[in-house]
């Protein structure tokens, strides 16, 4: 079995290697996350929890190299921040990458009935999927009219009182900036 060694030793500049490692692991995370599943983003368990700071001390060599010292880790971050700042763009800016790296909303409930195949698709149990439902005020999947599994991983419910609203206060905010995405 051989690994996967990257050679980046024709890179003069230390800065520059970092950059390049960094916007490398950056990728890296995006995918893998994109590829285990968008139902873990917004329902962090302890285990979840552990996993990241696991991950992200995992990772810090691998964006640093050798060099520990301020000016390379501040390097790093700027990389860091310069990198999601460009994504967030090209993803505002662009439908298809959106849809390519967020992913769709999947249907989870219509009309009371619960869409198995999609849950299949999403990984969520009918345990979980009642439990978000109870979350938003209603007593059962058969009150509910629509649940969608948004693309950041909330799970958005509709039930057939729309008086009624969510017993619990949404710990996310959306922020528009002052504009709306127009389908």
């Not at 490398?24 to 995370?29: E, G």
């Not at 190299?65 to 994504?87: H, R, Y």
């Not at 599994?149 to 609203?165: A, R, W």
Request: hydrophobic residues 45%; glycine residues 6%.
């Amino acid at each position: 079995m051989t690994l996967l060694v990257i050679d980046l030793s024709f890179i003069h500049n230390p800065f520059i290697e970092i950059i390049l490692r960094t916007l490398a692991v950056y990728t890296f995370m995006i995918v893998a996350i994109r590829i285990f599943g968008k139902k873990e983003l917004a329902q962090l368990s302890v285990i979840d929890l552990v996993f990241i700071l696991l991950i992200s001390n995992s990772v810090q060599n691998a964006m640093v190299g050798p060099d520990t010292s301020l000016n390379g880790g501040l390097v790093a971050a700027g990389a860091l921040f310069l990198a999601n700042f460009t994504l967030k763009q090209v993803l505002y800016r662009s439908k298809k990458m959106s849809q390519w790296v967020q992913g769709e909303a999947i249907l989870l409930i219509y009309d009371g009935e619960a869409n198995m195949e999609n849950c299949r698709k999403a990984e969520i149990t009918i345990e979980e999927l009642e439990a978000a439902v109870r979350e938003h005020g209603a007593r059962d999947i058969q009150k509910v009219d629509l649940a969608i599994l948004e693309v950041d991983g909330n799970i958005s419910v509709i039930s057939s009182d729309y008086q009624t609203k969510s017993k619990v206060s949404h710990p996310r905010k959306h922020k528009f900036k002052g504009r709306l995405n127009k389908n």
